[in-house]
């Protein structure tokens, strides 16, 4: 099975950066469509999407509400998706989730449903 593990998180000031970390696992060559994307979920919040990328880094994806403060990369090989938060705000501090999803890069905005596999999710806290 596929196995996600999300790092990274934790207290930073308002302002700063943060990278975070999702180690991938199990992936086969019949995987090749699957895409991995960031979620985050705020304190009494819904969870929501924040960007995608496919398997060869070569296509991603940024939902309208994280254009300009988030970028998502991949390293191969190491089998690690990032999402870099940059200028980070309270309103940051969530549990972020990496996931992965088959056809995902079909529809930009695919919903979390499509996500088959989960990880266990990072904490973010941001202070003012």
């Known amino acids: 099975d596929v196995q996600l593990q999300a790092s990274g998180g934790g207290l930073v000031q308002a302002g700063g950066s943060l990278r975070l970390s999702c180690a991938v696992s199990?992936?086969?060559?019949?995987?090749?469509?699957?895409?991995i994307g960031w979620f985050r979920q705020a304190p009494g919040k819904v969870r929501e999407g924040i960007s995608w990328i496919n398997r060869s880094g070569g296509s991603t994806y940024y939902m309208p509400s994280a254009k300009g403060r988030f970028t998502i990369s991949s390293d191969n090989a190491k089998n690690t998706v990032y999402l870099k938060i940059y200028t980070l705000k309270p309103e940051d501090t969530a549990v972020y989730y990496c996931?992965?999803?088959?056809?995902?890069?079909?529809?930009?905005?695919?919903?979390?449903?499509?996500?088959?596999?989960w990880g266990q999710g990072t904490l973010v806290t941001v202070s003012s």
């Open positions: 199990g992936f086969t060559a019949d995987d090749y469509d699957y895409a």
């Open positions: 996931a992965a999803g088959r056809h995902v890069t079909s529809i930009p905005s695919a919903p979390e449903s499509w996500y088959d596999y």
